[in-house]
């Protein structure tokens, strides 16, 4: 095993990125590594607890877990929303699971000690049984959890000396901004539980390189200019954007939205320019203004795509570390959650997210079942995706396999993010650590290795 020492840094990290382009395997599946991410990087780090649709209400709560700690998030009378460690003070009861509402607050199931949703301790049950020292008033509240709210979601960090939320997530949170994340439904959520490690899991959906060899439907001729230009014909190539439009639509289920597709097929007979850059770009700002407008006339808050466009804005993909993605399309997205279950165990959550008018939003989706990667209930490109997933963390145990080689330009944004995370297990200060965390939260598909310069 290679030690490297920072100059920076009091904490040796094991198996650490030397090579830019390259992983070591142990990263993967090592529990010394994997203790080392439980008390140097979860506990640090701004986690997206759980949409805000989920607690809509005054009293609504949703329990959120992370490796073994578990929180409670919950909307207060004042409709701000809070956190705490989900634990009774007497005797250490988990009070929350799962999702509901409690506008009474807590009762703890043991012995009954009550609890308000701000967090107030409002009853000891014969209380006159303790002694005196047992019943300090501020140490038999909920213990608060570093809790804010953006885009749509509540976000919790179990450091209190951690900047604040914005600081840590830009600028994916300037360009989810500007797509107006924060108008967002949850349409379905799914989970599946991985059997991989964390980082394995999220570097599936992180570089387009896969693309091609894992979603062969999505190889779709007409779509890449011709090599004689002479030979472009573009009602050929409206045909293969609608059915690239309508496979990944098919394919996630959402992400590129049925409604979208069908914003697209009203505009088939479009006359596109017989130049395929022209044909493109003409294509694609009448489907953005068709996308758009039909949007806005039935009430909903949209983005104008086209403005997106010319600000630089329209990124397929926005990642924010080190556990959340989000993969916006037209109108709608994909959202992506990934939390480890072990070292070698994941679990992965996708939301599909779209736009509703106002008072017309759909009842929010249950929490999910864990589902197995192969059930048949998963749209068939993240199947896709997994079906590799299993045979890639087996593959890392190889005797012959030392370390991942990654492609310098098309994946470069694994590097970024390894050595982020190296970062963090390192012990380094906040200062330090948030302009690197500038590099790693932007687009990462073909991304280039960055220098992160701690
Ligand atoms: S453990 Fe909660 S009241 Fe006893
Ligand atoms: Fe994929």
């Not at 993969?327 to 997205?333: D, G, Q, T």
Request: net charge negative; proline share 9%.
């Amino acid at each position: 095993m290679t030690i490297v020492e920072h100059k920076w840094s009091a904490l040796p990290v094991p198996y650490a990125i030397e090579v830019l382009d390259r992983v070591p395997k142990e990263r993967y599946y090592d529990p010394d590594f994997y203790q080392m991410e439980v008390e140097l990087l979860w506990p640090r780090v701004w986690q997206l607890a759980c949409r805000l649709e989920e607690i809509p209400e005054p009293g609504d709560y949703a329990e959120y877990q992370i490796l073994d700690q578990s929180v409670v998030v919950v909307r207060a009378e004042d409709m701000g929303v809070r956190a705490f460690h989900n634990v009774c003070r007497h005797r250490g009861v988990r009070l929350a699971q799962g999702r509901g509402s409690r506008r009474g607050g807590f009762v703890c199931p043991f012995h009954g000690w009550c609890y308000g949703t701000d967090g107030r301790n409002t009853r000891v049950t014969q209380s006159g049984a303790f002694s005196e020292h047992n019943l300090q008033a501020a140490e038999l509240d909920l213990t608060p959890v570093r809790c804010e709210t953006w885009g749509g979601s509540a976000w919790i960090n179990l450091d209190d000396e951690a900047p604040p939320l914005r600081a840590c997530i830009e600028p994916f949170a300037t360009v989810q901004d500007e797509w107006r994340a924060e108008s967002l439904r949850a349409e379905w959520w799914y989970a599946c539980r991985l059997p991989v490690n964390w980082k394995l899991a999220e570097e599936a959906f992180v570089e387009q390189y896969h693309v091609l060899a894992t979603h062969p439907q999505l190889r779709i001729p007409g779509r890449v200019p011709p090599r004689d230009p002479a030979d472009f014909d573009p009602r050929v190539f409206v045909e293969a954007e609608l059915h690239y439009l309508r496979v990944m639509s098919e394919g996630m289920d959402g992400m590129v939205h049925a409604r979208d597709v069908e914003i697209a097929e009203t505009l088939q007979d479009l006359e596109l320019p017989a130049e395929y850059q022209l044909a493109r770009s003409t294509w694609e700002r009448h489907l953005n203004d068709a996308v758009t407008r039909t949007h806005r006339e039935r009430g909903c808050v949209v983005p104008d795509l086209n403005e997106l466009q010319e600000h630089g804005f329209n990124e397929p993909m926005g990642y924010c570390f080190p556990h959340h993605f989000v993969l916006p399309m037209y109108s709608s997205a994909s959202s992506y959650r990934f939390r480890p279950l072990g070292p070698e165990e994941t679990l992965m959550e996708i939301w599909s997210l779209t736009r509703f008018p106002e008072g017309a939003e759909p009842e929010t989706p249950p929490v999910p079942e864990w589902w197995e990667s192969d059930d048949p209930r998963w749209p068939p490109i993240p199947i896709q995706d997994f079906s590799n997933l299993a045979r890639q963390q087996r593959g890392l145990h190889d005797k012959s396999f030392e370390y991942m080689r990654l492609s310098e330009r098309n994946e470069g944004h694994i590097s970024n993010f390894h050595r982020m995370l190296d970062g963090f297990l390192a012990g380094l200060p906040y200062e330090k650590l948030l302009p690197a965390l500038r590099k790693v939260n932007v687009n990462p598909l073909e991304m280039p290795v960055v220098e992160m310069a701690f």
